[in-house]
């Protein structure tokens, strides 16, 4: 059993006074049991978060920073070069555009497919071709993706898109399209019924997930694969940060108290604990002699391992 669990700390502001409410005594019993492996370091400005880096490797993905090629991973076994295309809502300000940090609320298939329609001969114009796979998000398939980073949609959910636009030169076409397709969407009589209905109307897209698979797959670095637990996921984009101790309790008495079982029952386990910046894995490994000497004077709260995070 391998819990991977995303967005366990946030650097976003709120968050570290926050730290304090947690009461997380099965996390705390894990790491009491569980051996620290090397982290992963990062910063909060990778265009991929710790989480997808760590789940990346466990599949045996290449790990490039906005290259990890989770479309083309959806599309198999296509080959070629894949993205991801999330239909979404851009607040503009003055000074900056920020997408909306929730799904698009009541949108239908219906609703997605005649959108893809419409915007599939602008995309085609450029060698892309749209696929359909949930309502909200589509697949792209071209050339461009094959070297295009892309942030993923867990770095820009609910800021200024700003810092994560696509920059480089081969960006350029993506970036008229995405021009192109705000003005076709400003009177597509979809949005016009979804401003009659009053929800969030369907203004923009974001391109995340492009790459290419290797031809040969890359050895999985962890093994069982991970259970991804996203319940700290919502609170954390929305900054909600007393949902998000609600989160983490609940997750503790559940998944982790289910872990801890499962040690006690003699089984392997693997513990992924990810924030924005870094991540760290704990593993069922024979403990070191300064591990063991560290633990005679207790473990320290979970809240200061998830503060490094």
């Not at 851009?90 to 698009?104: A, F, N, R, Y």
């Not at 295009?148 to 609910?158: I, K």
């Not at 633990?295 to 979970?302: K, R």
Request: aromatic share 8%; hydrophobic share 40%.
């Amino acid at each position: 059993m391998h819990l991977l669990i995303p967005f366990a700390f946030c650097s976003t502001e709120g968050c570290a006074p926050a730290l304090p409410a947690l009461k997380l005594p099965y996390l705390e019993k894990l790491l009491s049991r569980l051996t620290p492996e090397p982290p992963d370091h990062g910063d909060e400005f990778s265009l991929s978060p710790p989480h997808e880096r760590a789940l990346a490797r466990a599949l045996g993905l290449p790990v490039t920073d906005g290259l990890i090629p989770w479309a083309a991973r959806q599309a198999r076994p296509a080959g070629g070069a894949w993205g991801f295309i999330t239909p979404c809502h851009w607040q503009t300000g003055t000074h900056h555009v920020i997408m909306s940090g929730q799904e698009l609320p009541d949108f239908s298939a219906g609703e997605s497919h005649t959108l893809l329609v419409a915007m599939q001969p602008y995309f085609k114009e450029d060698g892309i071709v749209l696929q359909y796979d949930q309502p909200g998000r589509w697949l792209v398939q071209g050339d461009v993706f094959k070297d295009l980073p892309t942030a993923s949609l867990d770095r820009v959910a609910g800021r200024n898109l700003e810092n994560w636009m696509p920059r480089s030169a081969s960006a350029a076409g993506l970036r008229r399209l995405q021009n192109e397709m705000q003005m076709l969407l400003y009177t597509h009589p979809v949005n016009e019924a979804r401003a009659a209905r009053g929800v969030p109307v369907v203004n923009s897209f974001w391109l995340s997930g492009t790459g290419t698979l290797p031809r040969t797959p890359l050895p999985s670095t962890v093994a069982p694969q991970p259970v991804t637990v996203n319940t700290l996921r919502t609170a954390a984009l929305n900054e909600d940060w007393a949902a998000w101790v609600q989160a983490w309790h609940a997750l503790d008495a559940s998944q982790c108290a289910a872990l801890l079982a499962a040690l006690d029952q003699g089984e392997p386990g693997q513990l992924t604990l990810c924030g924005e910046r870094h991540a760290q894995t704990f593993t069922t490994q024979p403990k070191t002699l300064v591990t063991r000497f560290m633990n005679l004077f207790g473990t320290p709260p979970a809240s200061k391992l998830l503060e490094t995070l």
